[in-house]
């Protein structure tokens, strides 16, 4: 049982529809029934997606389908919306207090990323030209003070600890006395993972509270936390009072609705979330993505962003124009597949597709890196006429490409092959583009 | 206390949000409608067993009901414990051992579900019933990941092998594996960096783990264990798929029941993949941690008290 694309499945609920002009009772009833499997397989909590559909069944009946769209995209558009909203705006921010330092407090569950989360806050910090200290307060997890000492050695951010020795309290005053006369406007305390329902451990949180009055005290989410979210999210704000949530490990396939569940819950915004065990890799949270990744549409919106940034606008352009004339050459592939490599590894980008999420079933899209290495190698050892007009290639050219390229002519033929699909897609593609606004370009090996 | 008290201790917080509920359900009931599956459908939801198996679940109960197996509320209780007992029997096996030589463990997992401190438990436990325990620090990722398994060690009595962080894991287990052998250890526990599951890198990283020890010793791993966090909603069922595909898992270790996360995941873990669970994780002691026992387990689940 492997997620299948809600978009899939509501277009096929829909596909009777088409051509209605209201959305009915039956058909939003039925309509939800998706959506409600889709944010309980997104590990939405329970009661948080059945309040969730209530209000957005109530705001779709009886909707006029606006005529651009099929009433299954309507009903998407309706749910993403109220999703978004549901998540709250952007607010990756920190309280800066006016009286330095500002502390700022990591708590959570036990291998959320606590540790790592306040590294990366670190070097957040440290880009705007912040100096931050990080407080080594969990004294329970054998090595965890020097897990985040080596943190801090990388990141060239002081270190405060006192060993295990010391009682957080103790280290959490020592350390605000130490951030004050070196100067250090952020204090970074990372606090000992717990079970939300341990009352010691959690009384301990509440006293390094009261004693160095945190600015920030930010709860550490793990993006593939199941229904529990909410019990955890709920103990933690009602002791200690919650800011901020950052929500990590987002880098992988979980479809994250824990960040629904607890922003219901806590009404605290999601301010970052983890991407990665790269210590840049603390990137502000997007509640539009979340809301697309949740229903399991891809996160569409991010690889429009990041394709913008990185594609070199003005060769899209020429692209465009090129492919309207039908003129795509094996040369403007290979500047394709380059440019598309500058977005990251394929995988990523992939995963960001919607209905890709579930890369097994990717079978016959080649996503290997070294694979991408060959076609690259294939189509520069060939002439440039070659790469302009395929059709020269005859058995002894093939031949000497592939032993120019290090490959085989099966790989070459392959190639060719590829290019032939791509070009027949792209064109299908052309006709399809006109009804979109967005979307200039495309990629054409990707479908 | 004895174990199956521990583990009804640990799973209390498990059994008063589960079972509760389906008392509550039960009393609440003088028949079974529609209505009454609803809410026994939201209990199990909540407790992760996932859209899926849930409606599996809830059909079997409907076939129950129909063959008038189940005629009251009151007999639905045996009749979960025993359908969700039946999932998580069927096809166990014993833990494996080698026929001689080193048994060699190998433990992986993405981050922070516990492998660290599961192998410092494992290890205890093997020390604990007199065999010749090495443990290999194979997470050479992880800042102070070794130094943690080295604390460990200490703590159970234990040799660790290990490199310097950054070194290849394959080497360290190549290493690990050498020694084994060399002093007659009875039991080898390989550590592994935690790793995102997608990440076919890391994926591949672990594969050659695989294939150094299985080169040295031809039926080894023995066992390679999937520790999952009972926290973890859904996605432990793509963890274990992909994990299975790349390492061929032999079992699960269920960490952190000893929080109110109900880890309702192993069942439909179990029903779609058919990977049993063998160990689990109850608190954070030494001794918390105890082969896997479904009958006991489900009992614990649905016990009344």
Redesign the interface.
Known sequence: ??FEGLADKLQQTFKKLRGRGKLSETDVNEAMREVR?AL????V??KVAKDFIAKVKERAIGQEVLGSLSPAQHVIKIVNDELTALMGGTQSRITVSSRPPTVVMMVG?????KTTTAGKLAKYLVKQNKKPLLVAADIY????I??????GQ?LEVPVFSLGDKESPVVIAKKAMEHAQAYARDFVIIDTAGR???NEELMGELKAVKQAVKPHEILLVV????????V??AEAFNKDLGLDGVILT?L?????G??ALSVKKVTGCPIKFTGQ??KLDALEPFHPDRMASRILGMGDVLSLIEKAESTIDFEKAQALEKKLRKEEFTLEDFLDQLQQVRKLGPL?NIL?MLPGMGD??KLKDVQIDEKQVKRVEAIIQSMTTQERRDPSLLNGSRRKRIALGSGTKVQDVNRLLKQFDDAKKMMKRFQGMSKHKKKGGFKLPFMQ | MGFFDRLKDGLSKTRKGFTEKIEQLITGYATIDEEFLEELEAVLLMADVGVHTTMQLIEDIRGAIKAKKINSPEELRPFLAVRIGKILNEGMVPLARATEGPTVIVVVGVNGVGKTTTIGKLGHYYHDQGNKVLLAAGDTFRAAAIDQLEIWGQRIDVDVICQSEGSDPAAVAYDAVQAAKARKADILIIDTAGRIHTKSNLMEELKKIHRVISREIPEAPHEVLLVLDATTGQNAISQAKLFKEAVNVTGVVLTKLDGTAKGGVVVAIKADLGLPVKWIGVGEGADDLRPFDPAEFAEALFSKN
């Open positions: 049982m492997v499997v309980l397989e997104a590990d909590n329970f569950l036990q291998g959320a990323g997890r054998p090595a965890a020097k897990q985040l000492e080596v943190l990388q079970l939300h329902i793990d993006a593939m936390t199941g229904q529990d979210a019990t955890v490990k880098d992988g396939d979980a479809r609705g824990a990665g065990e995988e995963g890369l097994k």
